[in-house]
């Protein structure tokens, strides 16, 4: 066996695959962290009562550290992030649910000898609500159903008591003094869990944020020419993962609206997709994420169903091609 394949062969099964990922896995992905999937999950829903749902989650933008201010994680205004149900095993997208961001700011602004400045932070106090006034950069997003062709018409996903289409995200966990309440940051995150109304089906939910990179693994170790210890303890392994968060987009939807007829087979993959052209401006407006112009078609960037796959099967020169192809 050719020592590359043994090498990739020794790598795919030093991983458990139950908890295989994929952080920063091609050379034009991993400078884009913000639309770099690591995970997806798909599961029926274990919570009491809600057996006739599946829960889907996508992880993006890994290796986030919990020390990461002053700008934080949010992800990318100028990107399409979707995730994609094939409910006839043609492996083509039956079903699609489109996920847009958005980054607004109140701009406040503190008293300082007479003269109004503006600080430099994500909140000004102490936070335990949704969007509370304190709250000075605010993270939003849509969710659009596609059914057949991924850029085909959109139906968008909306808040059945206000009717709005606009869901909040939370801000990452800055700390034990922001989110000082009972619970603290869980509690805070908890509130963010929504439910959705989604057109033709009975009412889901979603949530967006920062949860802990759910994946383990000795990063240094195993790209270091896979340093194994096969003869270890179980419990001695060392996770450099351990302190570090991903954003996940998990998005609840009943069974029935994604399966066909009676076969209760799916399969999902997440995509995520930026323009095609963007320009520098060399004189950026005052305003987030305006440093910017982009336009032209959506051009796919991530690509991840079975992690692993990109990160250890395919060859180097092919990443980049893997992760665009449909």
């Known amino acids: 066996m050719p020592a590359a394949a043994a090498a990739s062969l020794m790598l795919a099964c030093a991983v458990p695959p139950a908890g295989a990922s994929s952080h920063r896995e091609g050379p034009f992905i991993a400078s884009m962290p913000k639309v770099d999937a690591t995970d997806l999950y798909l599961f029926r829903s274990y919570e009491a009562g809600r057996a006739d749902y599946v829960t889907i989650v996508a992880n993006y933008q890994p290796l986030q550290d919990p020390y990461g201010g002053p700008n934080y994680f949010a992800l990318d205004s100028n990107a399409l992030y979707e995730i994609h149900v094939d409910n006839d095993g043609d492996a083509k997208e039956d079903v699609s649910f489109q996920f847009r961001f958005r980054e607004t700011t109140r701009d406040i602004a503190l008293d300082v000898g007479g003269k109004q400045v503006a600080i430099p932070l994500v909140q ?22 596609v059914r057949g062709d991924r850029r085909g018409a959109r139906q968008p996903l909306t808040n059945p008591g206000t009717g709005s289409a606009e869901f909040d995200k939370p801000l990452d966990n800055i700390g034990t003094k922001t989110f000082s309440g009972a619970g603290g940051y869980g509690a805070y995150a908890a509130k963010f869990v929504q439910t959705v109304a989604i057109p033709g089906c009975q009412p889901g939910r979603v949530f967006v944020g920062q949860r802990k990179d759910p ?39 009943p069974i029935a609206c994604l399966t066909r007829g009676a076969d209760p087979v799916i399969g999902a993959w997440t995509t995520a997709s930026v323009r095609q052209a963007r320009l520098v401006d060399g004189t950026p407006p005052s305003g987030l994420n305006r440093a910017t112009r982009q336009g032209g078609a959506w051009t796919q960037v991530s690509r991840l169903g079975m992690p692993l796959v990109n990160e250890v099967v395919i060859g180097l020169k092919d990443k980049d091609r893997f992760n665009a192809s449909k």
Request: aromatic share 4%; net charge negative.
């Open 124 to 145: 000004a106090g102490p936070i335990d609500a949704i969007n509370p006034a304190v709250q000075n950069r605010r993270e939003t997003f849509t969710v659009d159903v």
């Open 215 to 253: 994946f383990a693994i000795a990063v240094g170790p195993i790209f270091d020419l896979i340093n194994l210890d096969p003869l270890g303890a179980t419990t001695g392994g060392r996770d450099d993962l351990a302190d570090k968060n991903v954003t996940a987009i998990v998005l609840e939807v």
